[in-house]
């Protein structure tokens, strides 16, 4: 029903204000919900990262401590 003191015209500004802030609500709050989303497969990936060059770096180091003891000299 239109409110009697402001008219038809008054009531559809205020329901399209309220559709077009529920839009801009939701496309807000898309807009977080996406930005979390990759800056967990960010983190993700950066201890995929770090944890791959961890495990190259120590086998690096056990073929070289092996090596090393191969070819040192025997008392």
Do not use: R, Y
Request: with cysteine.
């Amino acid at each position: 029903m239109a409110n009697e003191n402001n008219g038809v015209f008054s009531d559809l500004f205020i329901a399209f204000g309220t559709l077009a802030q529920n839009i801009a609500d939701t496309l807000g709050n898309g807009v977080t919900t996406a930005t979390s989303v990759v800056q967990t497969c960010l983190d993700l990936c950066a201890t995929i990262v770090t944890t791959t060059a961890n495990t190259a770096i120590q086998l690096i180091q056990g073929v070289s401590t092996a090596v090393t003891s191969a070819i040192s000299p025997k008392k």
